[in-house]
């Protein structure tokens, strides 16, 4: 029997301060603080920002900075992006030059154990140096645009009845 236990996290880019252009005073960069998260299927990412957006772009615009094609572009302010997928993905300012200056995040989603690979091939190009404050990574392009998280979600059914076949089975070799 296989037991399985979702859970669901949203992680929140940049901290108290948000999604901003760094100014030169953080500690981390976004990329360093996407490497010390494990961000898995399910999980969302939360961007507060005011005066900006937030483009979830391929590897090569994620390079350039270039805000001409994005995938998805949000701008609303209080954006919630949900990994359907595992790979990596790629997050840039809509403004030219805060990307310039280090607001970009790369976020790589972690695949677990049921989820079926990714739709779309990915880009030629990956970048391998760090980004800038509160990024994560990731590569490839949704399937779909992303749902509002749901908090946290638990699958405790089969767990309960894991534990209950076990007690099951082991209770009769209790009564010696």
Known sequence: MVVTIDAFF?????????????????????????????????????FKYNNDSVLVVNPRDYLRCNTSNPIFKFEDGDTTFTFERYGFFYFISGQPVHCKNGQKLIVRVMAQSGVLAPAAAPDAGQP??????????????????????????????????A?????MVISPWLAF
């Open 10 to 46: 949203e992680f929140r880019v940049g901290g108290p301060h948000g999604w901003h252009q760094p100014i030169g005073n953080e500690t981390e960069t976004y990329n360093q603080w996407a490497a010390r998260n494990r961000f898995h299927v399910g999980d969302s990412i939360y």
């Open 128 to 161: 391998d140096q760090p980004g800038q404050p509160g990024q994560g990574g990731g590569e490839g392009t949704p399937s779909k645009p992303p749902t509002p998280n749901t908090g946290v979600k638990l699958a405790i059914g089969p767990l309960f009845l």
């Open 163 to 167: 534990c209950l076949g076990g007690m």
